[in-house]
């Protein structure tokens, strides 16, 4: 599975970006996805994720009621609309993708995803 993020940039405080992640895989609709950032110096962490049958959504605290995942599955693609963006907000986002099956719980560890798309940087200016 080849995964391409995209829709990073510059963007003032308040502002808002819709991050993109689209999948090569034609089964796409059977993998769970996860919204990854990592900002200089930290490790990288779980933002939001979707599993594949869209049943269950899983937010970071720090974004929750600010940023919202959502997937077209006809379009092999996944959404992060971020609003409200803050300075800390600035980071490397990744997308990343399992294949579960129907009773899996929503993955929130790096180690958990088998793909990942190759980051696309959100900089957020006070």
């Known amino acids: 599975v080849q995964l391409q993020a995209c829709g990073g940039g510059l963007v003032q405080a308040a502002g808002s970006l819709r991050l993109s992640c689209a999948a090569s895989?034609?089964?796409?609709?059977?993998?769970?996805v996860g919204w990854f950032r990592q900002a200089p110096g930290k490790e990288r962490e779980i933002v939001a994720a979707?599993?594949?049958?869209?049943?269950?959504?899983y937010y970071e605290d720090s974004v929750k009621g600010r940023f919202t995942i959502s997937r077209d599955n006809a379009k092999n693609t996944v959404y992060l609309q971020m609003n409200s963006l803050k300075p800390e907000d600035t980071a490397v986002y990744y997308c990343?993708?399992?294949?579960?099956?129907?009773?899996?719980?929503?993955?929130?560890?790096?180690?958990?995803?088998?793909?990942w798309g190759q980051g696309t940087l959100v900089t957020v200016s006070s």
């Open positions: 895989e034609r089964t796409f609709s059977l993998y769970t």
């Open positions: 990343a993708a399992v294949r579960q099956g129907p009773w899996s719980s929503i993955p929130i560890v790096p180690g958990q995803y088998d793909y």
């Open positions: 979707i599993r594949w049958n869209t049943d269950s959504l």
